[in-house]
């Protein structure tokens, strides 16, 4: 077992030596690569659930417009677009609390039509079932998200609709339904380092950690909670890169994103968070809600650093930015 006295270690140390380290780690278990991944909100607003730093919640008004489930076209559509991007996988995302009944068959369709164009799949659609993931996984599904966002201790901080033993039902299920995890949190909250820390032992030591961690640094959106946070609550690019750097050796074998928040971080924040062992980005103008930086920009930064990209035949290609 992972305990929070070996992340701390791990974390204090010297910046480049942590680095090495994590790297080091990266190299044995990774090639020189990026993945590439693409969100879609298929149905936005109206959550029930009261995150503080959620557009989507319905306690709070941050201008987000309602939409229902899309239809499995429209969604197909979009898929297509993601791979003809170069993307390898396709994660959509649903403002639930937990999927309705009544949608499960269009969901199921959904992973269907995405998974024939020979992508891989990934949904987030709040707590699930025991019935509700083994059908998700008869259908398909490569990877369920279900984020922790923070340590337990902090959790209650930030949502009081649910609990953090919840979240942690819900990823055993996932697990042992068969299909991969993808599981991380969100930094900038207003939490300290070792709740940072303390979220990455928990992911370390699930019975089987994380295919994917993503790691988000908060956007703060106005109308929300959080919308209004205080510069100081802001994380340090060299704290966010630490965190990353100790998510890779605590997680050797995880696929580590860079996900929300790459619109403010620096082409050199990103370049020091690749070499602290982040391999995956979510790829696209535009996350569930929020802005992320185009393509051709990711293209160009990928090219300077020269990273290759993997589709899904495991094949290696060389990026080419328009």
Known sequence: MIDLNYAQSLYSKPFNELLFTAQTVHRANFADEIELCVLLSIKTGSCPEDCKYCPQSGHYNAGVQKEKLMDVG??????????????????????WRNPPEKAMPQLLEIIQSVKSLGLETCMTLGM????????????????YNHNLDTSEEFYKEII????????????????NAGMKVCCGGILGMG????????????????????????????????GTPLGNKLKKAEVDSFDFVRTIAVARILMPSSKIRLSAGRSQMSDEMQALAFLAGAN???????????????????????????????????????????
């Open 128 to 143: 699930l079932s025991k019935a509700q993931a083994t059908e998700l996984a008869d259908a398909g599904l490569d990877y």
């Open 160 to 175: 009081s609709t649910r609990d953090y033993q919840s979240r942690l039902d819900t990823l055993e299920e996932v697990s």
């Open 280 to 322: 995956s980005i979510f790829y696209g103008d535009k996350l569930l809600t929020a802005a992320n930086p185009s393509e051709n920009d990711d293209l160009k930064l990928l090219n300077t650093l020269g990273f290759k990209v993997t589709k899904n035949s495991e094949e290696h290609h060389e990026l080419v930015s328009e």
């Open 74 to 95: 429209s969604i197909v559509s979009q898929a297509q677009r993601a791979k003809d991007l170069g993307a390898k996988r396709f994660c959509m995302g649903a403002a």
């Open 191 to 222: 939490e300290t380092i070792d709740d940072r820390l303390q979220m990455l032992v928990t992911l370390a030591n699930l019975k089987t950690p994380p295919a994917s961690v993503p790691i988000n640094q908060l956007i703060p959106v106005p």
